[in-house]
């Protein structure tokens, strides 16, 4: 099964910009659509964006449209997360998964059976 190492978390002001990876390891990383989820203090996990095994397929929250994008390096076994316009609304704990699926990204937490151990992101206003 895949194993998943998050980084680039950290603190930014409002307006600024973030860049989240996830290294995958332990399994074909091409045969797993990924994506991201978030948790904030008190609240439940959210999916934020998802994407096929092949990158062509894509999919996001409605909050983080025009504003994130989800891509993967296969090359590289890697997953990414480019925040931009990141607002006091984003601090949250993200966390990258896995879902053994070619061609379906979905935002259901449910779906995903690998999970990584999250990566910090505080945006202050």
């Known amino acids: 099964q895949v194993q998943l190492v998050e980084s680039g978390g950290g603190s930014v002001q409002a307006g600024g910009s973030l860049r989240l990876s996830c290294a995958a390891s332990g399994d074909t990383y091409n045969l797993y659509c990924m994506g991201w989820f978030r948790q904030a203090p008190g609240k439940e996990r959210e999916g934020v964006a998802g994407?096929?095994?092949?990158?062509?397929?894509?999919v996001y929250a409605d909050d983080v449209k025009g504003r994130f994008t989800i891509f993967r390096d296969n090359t590289k076994n890697t997953l990414y997360l480019q925040m931009n316009s990141l607002t006091p609304e984003d601090t949250a704990m993200y966390y990258c998964?896995?879902?053994?699926?070619?061609?379906?990204?979905?935002?259901?937490?449910?779906?995903?059976?690998?999970w990584g151990q999250g990566t910090q992101v505080t945006v202050s206003s």
């Open positions: 998964a896995a879902r053994r699926e070619l061609y379906s990204p979905v935002l259901n937490s449910r779906e995903y059976g690998h």
């Open positions: 994407i096929s095994t092949d990158g062509v397929r894509t």
